[in-house]
């Protein structure tokens, strides 16, 4: 709870108390009016951190009603609840949850103040369950959910790099062009930013996959690789639109199929099995040093810009030598690859054997690293 909401809370209660015993009659001990009011609060940070911050607003409280305000730390929102319904505390700060709760358990709950943020006394919320049934709709895959003023909405994925693809193509393309050297910008652009970002999407989540299955791994004892696995194959059927919408763009500036098309298959499961090898180690090292996540941003990044998703790497390194050095970044091997079978772009054999050999080391090592150690998976030492 932020101390500046808490502090414009109480301080209305203060408020209101205070024009209560305005009226005149109600004094300390004279039957209305208690002798001492308790305050419980759930805990958002330490406990004791939380008993300690609140204890200045306490005496605000005490000061301004005359009575003494003791405020109280539960363990949880269910032992806040308790104290409310039993008459243990007078007061409480509840999130809806808990209110709902406490008000369905005793029926003896009243809402004094109501927190308004950004206008209004109400947000949408979101619940999880693994039952389709429960859903009035049915669930789609590869979609995030958007908070809107009219609820919370599906959003697709594709939706989301397909805006990303606009984006970049209005700035490099339009307003400060960097497409020297590509003939159709667009196209060259979608090819790029699909295919890097669903390297990126799986590498990404699977380093959350160990990490956010705890429970689960602590619960029931299976192999511990069904876990970034599972989220490649899902990342792998959500591309499927994704892939869609990039063949239509290719279609539409004039390109046809060639007999390089045939390696289109070839060529997507070389960039899953690189894209699992590499989610293996990021799940390993995430378990171990729980920052790589928030640093993973920052990595791939970096490697958008290197990899040239915006930019022809040809037209700006005419250097044989050093162009052959790109090899060694992953991305720039499959962004480029795909390039050259879709619609002939500039591609060597030396693009085509690494693209072999990242999807079989990474693979074989990522899944080596991340078995050696499925047995820390879950510790809480």
């Known amino acids: 709870m932020k101390i500046r909401s808490l502090l414009a809370a109480l301080l209305a209660l ?6 209560c015993s305005s009226d005149g009659e109600a004094t300390a001990g004279d039957g209305t009016w208690p002798s001492k009011i308790t305050f419980g609060f759930v805990p958002s940070s330490e406990q004791g951190s939380l008993q300690d911050d609140i204890q200045p607003f306490m005496d605000v409280l005490t000061s301004a009603l005359g009575i003494e305000v003791e405020g109280i730390v539960t363990t949880d929102y269910t032992g806040l609840v308790t104290a409310m319904g039993t008459g243990k505390a007078d007061l409480g700060a509840f999130g809806p949850f808990g209110y709902t709760l406490a008000q369905q358990q005793f029926g003896n709950m009243e809402v004094l103040i109501q927190a308004v943020r950004y206008g209004a006394a109400t947000y949408h919320g979101q619940w999880m369950t693994n039952d389709p049934s429960l859903c009035e709709t049915a669930p789609e895959s590869a979609t995030a959910l958007e908070n809107t003023d009219k609820g919370i909405v599906q959003v697709g994925a594709l939706d989301a790099v397909a805006l990303q693809v606009g984006v970049y193509f209005l700035v490099f393309g339009i307003i400060m062009p960097i497409d020297r050297g590509v003939d159709s910008y667009l196209v060259f652009l979608t090819i790029g930013v699909f295919t890097f970002h669903y390297s990126q999407r799986v590498i990404s989540d699977g380093a959350r996959s ?28 959500a591309f499927g639109p994704v892939f869609v919408v990039m063949l239509v763009v290719v279609f539409a500036y004039g390109n046809v199929p060639t007999l390089r098309w045939l390696l289109l298959p070839l060529l997507f499961v070389l960039q899953s099995l690189f894209s699992l090898g590499a989610s293996f180690l990021a799940a390993r090292f995430n378990h171990l040093y729980r920052d790589l996540e928030n640093l993973l941003p920052f990595v791939f990044r970096l490697l958008f810009y290197v990899s040239g998703v915006l930019y022809s790497v040809d037209h700006y390194v005419d250097d044989a030598l050093l162009r052959g050095l790109f090899a060694f970044n992953p991305m720039y091997v499959y962004v480029t690859t795909w390039r050259w079978v879709l619609v002939g772009g500039p591609a060597t054999a030396v693009e085509a054997a690494a693209a072999v050999i990242w999807a079989v080391v990474t693979l074989i090592v990522g899944f080596t690293v991340f078995r050696a150690n499925e047995n820390s998976y879950g510790s809480t030492g």
């Open 210 to 237: 160990v990490v956010s299955s705890m429970g689960l791994i602590r619960t029931l004892r299976f192999p511990r690789a069904t876990l970034p696995l599972s989220n490649s194959v899902g990342q792998a059927v």
């Open 14 to 19: 203060v408020l209101i108390a205070s024009g």
